[in-house]
Every structure is written in structure tokens, then in C-alpha cells.
């Protein structure tokens, strides 16, 4: 199987508090991954830099997407606590997908990506969907080709989505809201000068892109799979 990616796309909205949504995240949601899971390598969650919704998002690096189907992940979702339940149920958006790797430019030695120690501070998040001719793999070497002249650019991954679902008191009705494009790209970046640079906004403004967005990294979180929980 191959390595998987999860993106969650949140808005809190006007019936659940900032306060109560960061609580939720970071004690609750969280930790009942990332501290019991060695499948979940690793976790970050970063907050718009821009002025869309929704206004945070959650990365998480799997070690394979078989894990998507297995009990002790889909348990968690299964056997929700009453505090996350009634939660959730009070969200504006909650847009999750699960998705598998397409392409990947490299680690890099300037960040750890989503890990702790040093992790990538400046995102650039978009769809793309991309003519029958042409592939990912193909699409992604070519833009990374661009993206090496841009100083602080870091690393470059397309994710092939394979499920997605969006809920929450703000998703309209109907199969026209669900849809998302095929595949999830990430840009990290050092610097939101960096993400900033001619070269990307040439790159994101193609037809072929859609969703484009930037964020800015609120916390990376330790887990299991990396041996530095407290």
C-alpha cells in the first residue's frame, strides 16, 4: 500500500468558541492520535494567513493508507467521546481528506516538514486537477524545477485524494458541495516572503489550480511514531 496524507480543513464558526476548539484540538483530538498511533508519523496544524474560510487546518503523515481502514483509527471516529460529538455537530465546516502520495520533491535539510524540532513555518495549500495527457509525477517535477530558484522554498507534495467529506452547520446541501479537486498539493515555504516570490504566484494562478491557500504554522506536535512525547 502506499504512504498515506490526512487534511482537515476546520471553522470553528459561531457556535463553538476558539477557546473551545483549540481545547478539543490539542487535549482531545490530537493526542488520542498521535500518542497512541504509530501510524500517524507525524502532526501539525496550521492557521490562514489569508482572509478565507475555513481558518485552520490539520497535516498528518501516514505510514500507509491501509491504516484509514483499520480499527484502531476507525474506532476513534466510531466511539467519539460526548464532548467531541456535540462538538463536531457545532462545527461551521469540518472538510476532511484522505488521500495517498502522488509526488514528493524531497525532505529538505532547512525544516523537519511537520515535525517538532524544526518544522516548517509557511504553507501554501491548493487543489489541481491536470489534463488526461499529463501526470502528476510530470506536473510535479516541472513545478519543482520552478520552485528550486525560490529562496526559502522548501518542499513540494501532491496527494491523490481518494475519500473526502464535509460536514458541519455551514456545508450546503448536495453532491455539488462535496466536491474537491483530485489532487492536494503542499507547498512549504520558510518564509511567507518565500511564499510570497513571482514564481509561485505564477505557479498557483495556472487554470489548472484551484483552492489556493496560505497558512502559517500554529504547532507540530510530537507523537508516538517519533519517540518524543513527553
Known amino acids: 500500500m502506499a504512504k498515506g496524507f490526512l487534511c482537515v480543513f476546520a471553522e ?3 457556535q463553538v468558541t476558539l477557546d473551545e476548539f483549540q ?3 490539542n487535549n ?3 493526542p488520542l492520535r498521535l500518542n497512541h498511533l504509530k501510524s500517524f508519523l507525524t502532526g501539525a496544524r496550521y492557521s490562514a494567513a489569508d482572509t478565507k474560510a ?3 487546518v490539520a497535516l498528518y503523515d501516514i505510514d500507509d493508507t491501509s491504516t484509514f481502514q483499520h480499527e484502531s483509527y476507525t474506532c476513534l471516529r466510531a466511539n467519539r ?3 467531541e460529538a456535540d462538538l463536531v455537530k457545532r462545527l461551521s465546516i469540518l472538510d ?3 488521500a495517498e502520495y502522488a509526488y514528493d520533491s524531497g525532505e529538505a535539510s532547512s525544516t523537519t516538514s511537520f515535525r517538532p524540532e524544526n518544522p516548517t513555518p509557511v504553507l501554501i495549500t491548493h487543489g489541481v486537477t491536470l489534463q488526461a495527457d499529463k501526470s502528476i509525477s510530470t506536473w510535479g517535477e516541472e513545478t519543482t524545477a520552478k520552485l528550486k530558484a525560490v529562496d526559502g522554498w522548501v518542499r513540494t507534495r501532491a496527494f491523490l485524494v481518494f475519500d473526502s467529506l464535509k460536514t458541519g452547520v455551514d456545508v450546503p446541501a448536495g453532491p455539488e458541495a462535496q466536491k474537491v ?5 503542499v507547498h512549504e515555504f520558510r518564509s511567507a516572503t518565500a511564499a510570497d516570490d513571482g514564481t509561485v504566484k505564477i505557479i498557483v494562478s495556472s487554470s489548472s489550480v484551484e483552492e489556493v491557500r496560505t497558512w502559517n504554522l500554529y504547532r507540530a506536535y510530537p507523537s508516538i511514531a517519533q519517540g518524543n512525547l513527553q
Not at 181 to 185: A, D, N, R
Open 23 to 25: 481545547d478539543w484540538y
Open 54 to 56: 475555513p481558518s485552520w
Open 81 to 83: 467521546s460526548p464532548r
Open 96 to 98: 476532511r481528506r484522505t
Open 181 to 185: 479537486p483530485k489532487y492536494l498539493v
Open 12 to 14: 470553528p464558526g459561531t
Open 28 to 30: 482531545e483530538h490530537v
